[in-house]
């Protein structure tokens, strides 16, 4: 696995992120520009539910070359 991720992350949650992205297969090369280097923070942020009932805790990878964002409903990933 090439993947870099620096840090702001918990070893505990890096290691379930990383099995959950393998698990589900995920390919984790940027869609924008091809490079597979990622910063994760442990921290989630809130964003509006798409039904507006509410929020919902999103995880946010950072591709450090582009900085494409990408959110993951962390509920669906089991961080929360
Ligand atoms: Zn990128």
């Not at 992120?17 to 597979?36: A, M, P, V």
């Not at 507006?52 to 993951?72: A, D, Q």
Request: glycine share 8%; net charge negative.
């Amino acid at each position: 696995m090439s993947n870099k991720y620096e840090g702001h992350i918990s070893k505990e949650n890096l290691t379930k992120i990383e099995s959950w992205l393998q698990g589900k297969g995920i390919n984790r090369e940027c869609g924008f520009c091809n490079e597979n280097e990622w910063t994760i923070k442990d921290n989630l942020v809130w964003s509006w539910a798409p039904d507006n009932s509410g929020k919902v805790p999103e995880l946010l990878m950072v591709c450090l070359n582009c900085g494409n964002t990408m959110h993951f409903n962390a509920v669906v990933m089991g961080l929360k």
